[in-house]
């Protein structure tokens, strides 16, 4: 339709995503990453699944089931991994970086990074 002038181009210049992440990972637990899933049970409600997936080898290390997107839920969520993984805590080594796909959980930034 757009090609038959039918319908109108967006008024704004669209960001195309990169190829690739800036940051690329070079082995396993080097960078995890936080995200919500978020579903409708008919008859029921929402629920959340927060999970922690590893950067390197793209696999879910932990998720919890939840009934709301809280910043408590994804701290109660890399808890599961930590203790998936056999650690009792992480070493911080760069400062925490927000990196944000501009979906409605982008402010859970608490202060932990692996």
Known sequence: MKGHN?????????????DQFHTRT?????M???AFTYFKIIGWGWMYMSTVL???SRDIIAWKLCNNMRAEDVT??????????????A?????TRLLRDNGPATSLANGRNI
């Open 6 to 18: 039918l319908i109108a181009g967006p008024a704004y210049v669209a960001i195309k995503a990169a």
């Open 54 to 56: 590893d950067d390197f």
């Open 76 to 89: 109660n969520a890399l808890d599961v991994a930590l203790k998936a993984l056999g650690c009792n805590n």
């Open 26 to 30: 070079t082995r396993p637990n080097e």
């Open 91 to 95: 070493t911080v080594r760069h400062k």
């Open 32 to 34: 995890w990453q936080t």
